[in-house]
């Protein structure tokens, strides 16, 4: 087998079985920075675990596998392999010319996909520049009239100027994108856009991004509702809820609002918490 194809399958088949567990044990559980970490590490594990040569040979099957190894050699040594390419030469040319077509197409699609990302990125930039900046502290307060705004995206907040900062709904959302910007949750979805770019092939990397946008939702409301005031901040996310077109920031009426109106109310302890962190050693 063709040693790229080979590895997407692997890196496939691994982020399936992981994203597996994450979903039948780990998801829809208040334990929201273990997920995150968990699915952003699930990421880099797959990808780089089919790279790897990791020796697993036991001392009594090393000579019987060192002779296999190299009956192997001798079998596909130059002088058997090139007869067969001589005989069949058209073939193989076309063989080759499908391979190279099949590349092609896997990095025009990777190269249409980093173009979206640059444009989402200038879109950003033009909102920055086109409305007027505040500096507070670290962080650039951006007034705006755009419809998907409040959002934050790295250190820049997007404020929508119809919301009352001052009023006790500006101050919760206000916090809310203070907190994606102070736990670096773009930085978490510039990651998964990239990978999603390179390994556009592997469905699993979808879900995974999308669950982890979730997560970011699920603690920055954590950080923002007051504990007496759940419900008034529930209604919140109802009254205004709509999506935003750009995929790289974290808009504050996020399209899963009925997952994070559930989040608000679970315990924070639930049952068997330990157990199901500790469950992924074996997976």
Same mark, same amino acid.
């Given at each position: 087998m063709n040693p790229l194809i080979s590895y997407l399958l692997q890196v496939i088949a691994a982020s399936g079985l992981l994203y597996g567990?994450?979903?039948?044990?780990?998801?829809?559980?208040?334990?929201?920075?273990?997920?995150r970490f968990y699915l952003l590490f699930s990421i880099l594990?797959?990808?780089?675990?089919p790279l790897l040569d990791i020796p697993l040979y036991h001392l009594m099957t090393e000579i019987s596998s060192t002779n296999l190894l190299k009956q192997f050699s001798v079998f596909f040594t130059s002088e058997n392999i090139l007869p067969n390419l001589v005989l069949k030469g058209s073939r193989s040319f076309s063989w080759y010319t499908s391979i190279y077509l099949v590349y092609t197409?896997?990095? =025009?699609? @990777?190269?249409?996909?980093?173009?979206?990302?640059?444009?989402? +990125? %200038?879109? /950003?930039?033009?909102?920055?520049?086109?409305?007027?900046?505040?500096?507070?502290?670290?962080?650039?307060?951006?007034?705006?009239?755009?419809?998907?705004?409040p959002f934050s995206f790295i250190n820049w907040m997007f404020?929508?100027?119809?919301?009352? =900062?001052? @009023?006790?709904?500006?101050?919760?959302?206000?916090?809310?994108? +203070? %907190?994606? /910007?102070?736990?670096k949750h773009s930085w978490d979805i510039l990651f998964l856009e990239?990978?999603?770019?390179?390994?556009?092939?592997?469905?699993?990397?979808?879900?995974?991004?999308?669950?982890l946008k979730a997560i970011h939702e699920f603690l920055a409301d954590e950080f923002a509702v007051n504990e007496n005031k759940?419900?008034?901040?529930?209604e919140l996310l109802l009254m205004q809820a709509f999506d935003t077109k750009i995929n790289l920031v974290n808009p504050f009426f996020h399209n899963q609002i009925k997952r994070r109106i559930t989040m608000l109310n679970i315990s924070s302890k639930p049952g068997h918490q330990y157990l199901r962190k500790l469950l992924v050693i074996p997976v």
């Amino acid at each position: 087998m063709n040693p790229l194809i080979s590895y997407l399958l692997q890196v496939i088949a691994a982020s399936g079985l992981l994203y597996g567990f994450y979903h039948a044990v780990l998801r829809n559980n208040k334990f929201h920075q273990y997920n995150r970490f968990y699915l952003l590490f699930s990421i880099l594990f797959v990808i780089i675990l089919p790279l790897l040569d990791i020796p697993l040979y036991h001392l009594m099957t090393e000579i019987s596998s060192t002779n296999l190894l190299k009956q192997f050699s001798v079998f596909f040594t130059s002088e058997n392999i090139l007869p067969n390419l001589v005989l069949k030469g058209s073939r193989s040319f076309s063989w080759y010319t499908s391979i190279y077509l099949v590349y092609t197409f896997y990095v =025009l699609i @990777s190269f249409i996909a980093l173009l979206y990302i640059l444009f989402s +990125l %200038f879109k /950003i930039r033009s909102l920055a520049r086109n409305n007027p900046v505040e500096k507070l502290e670290k962080i650039f307060f951006v007034n705006t009239e755009e419809s998907c705004a409040p959002f934050s995206f790295i250190n820049w907040m997007f404020w929508n100027r119809r919301i009352e =900062l001052h @009023s006790e709904k500006g101050e919760q959302i206000f916090r809310h994108e +203070l %907190f994606h /910007i102070k736990q670096k949750h773009s930085w978490d979805i510039l990651f998964l856009e990239i990978i999603t770019t390179i390994f556009w092939i592997n469905p699993f990397f979808y879900l995974m991004k999308k669950e982890l946008k979730a997560i970011h939702e699920f603690l920055a409301d954590e950080f923002a509702v007051n504990e007496n005031k759940k419900w008034e901040y529930a209604e919140l996310l109802l009254m205004q809820a709509f999506d935003t077109k750009i995929n790289l920031v974290n808009p504050f009426f996020h399209n899963q609002i009925k997952r994070r109106i559930t989040m608000l109310n679970i315990s924070s302890k639930p049952g068997h918490q330990y157990l199901r962190k500790l469950l992924v050693i074996p997976v």
